[in-house]
């Protein structure tokens, strides 16, 4: 991995150089379309469209939940659970796992935010430093805001760079812009947009599949993400909101590990979130879960979104454990 300087770091104001990197890497209708997307989401933001009063973009009612829970007397403690960033372990176990992928391991990052939280990030770096495993993935939202300049969020990805070890894979969230793309890659990130990867040990391969945001943008592609993976193989996908786990699981793959929920950040006693912002199960807003035949995670990201609080749900890193078993699932 070559290090880059912040100077070098694309942004906003480098749109015909990004446009033109980007038409090279996904084609020019794609990175057209994605960029078109982004435009008019921004249009919104600033006033001209409905989402403009969903909380994560009307910035001014921020201020307001803080000052609710600052009343409450939860909001120091909350900040305070904010910067507890805890390593989770959780098991995998798949009949359908090649017999040499037995003990693999991949450590999941998501919703780092990472412009708005660099305490939080700070104690990631320490929990990631000593760490064994044998690729990360990363499933999106670096950015803390929805629109904007990148440079911020490329710098904080550097810096988190490099302190992760091997091959690095990432999809993009609901707060990522297409434009973090170039300066990812560059940073050592294999950005995966409706796109596989075959991952190698032993002689045997599994596929890591990552799609585009399906939860603001709709740029998703299931279908083409996976065209070329032969049915009997074990497979993964990357999403960055669980809430397409329909599609994935009837697309057969095998496990799918996302973000996106925080695990509604702000908890009642026992972590039941007040709200989850995803079309799907609770039971699916934070840690393991299953449906059908395939295996899922959640993370609750790393980062926060809204206030910079955490109440009954901290903030994780998680590391994956496969296991091969000779039972059925």
């Not at 989401?41 to 609710?68: D, I, K, Q, T």
């Not at 805890?86 to 037995?102: E, G, H």
């Not at 993976?229 to 057969?252: C, G, K, M, N």
Request: proline share 4%; net charge neutral.
């Amino acid at each position: 991995m070559r290090s880059i300087t912040l100077n070098e770091l694309p942004d906003q104001s480098d749109d015909a150089d990004i446009s033109a990197a980007l038409a090279r890497r996904f084609g020019r209708l794609y990175a057209r379309q994605r960029l078109g997307i982004e435009q008019d989401h921004e249009v919104r933001v600033f006033g001209h469209g409905l989402n403009f009063f969903h909380p994560e973009n009307f910035y001014a009612a921020h201020s307001l939940v803080a000052l609710g829970l600052k009343l409450t007397g939860l909001y120091w403690r909350g900040r305070r659970n904010a910067l507890d960033v805890r390593l989770k372990r959780n098991s995998i176990v798949s009949a359908k796992l090649p017999q040499n992928f037995d003990g693999y391991t991949i450590l999941h990052l998501s919703d780092l935010h990472i412009d708005t939280n660099e305490q939080a990030i700070t104690r990631m770096i320490d929990l990631l430093d000593g760490l064994r495993y044998d690729v990360c993935v990363l499933t999106g939202d670096y950015r803390g805001k929805t629109y904007g300049p990148v440079r911020r969020t490329l710098a904080g990805l550097e810096r988190v760079r490099d302190h992760l070890t091997g091959d690095v894979y990432g999809v993009l969230g609901n707060h990522d812009s297409i434009r973090m793309v170039p300066g990812m890659e560059a940073l050592g990130i294999r950005m995966l947009l409706n796109e596989a990867v075959e991952l190698a040990r032993e002689g045997q391969r599994i596929h890591l599949v990552g799609i585009d945001d399906a939860h603001y943008f709709r740029v998703d592609n299931i279908e083409k993400a996976a065209a070329h993976i032969p049915p009997a193989d074990f497979s993964i996908l990357l999403s960055h909101t669980p809430e397409v786990y329909r599609q994935a699981a009837h697309a057969d793959f095998d496990v799918m590990l996302s973000g996106h929920t925080h695990g509604g950040q702000i908890c009642l006693p026992g972590s039941i979130p007040i709200t989850l912002d995803s079309a799907l199960p609770r039971r699916m807003g934070a840690g393991s879960w299953r449906y059908g035949e395939m295996l899922g995670y959640t993370s609750v990201g790393a980062g926060t979104s809204i206030v910079p609080v955490r109440i009954n749900c901290f903030p994780e890193i998680t590391l994956h454990e496969f296991r091969q078993s000779s039972l059925p699932f």
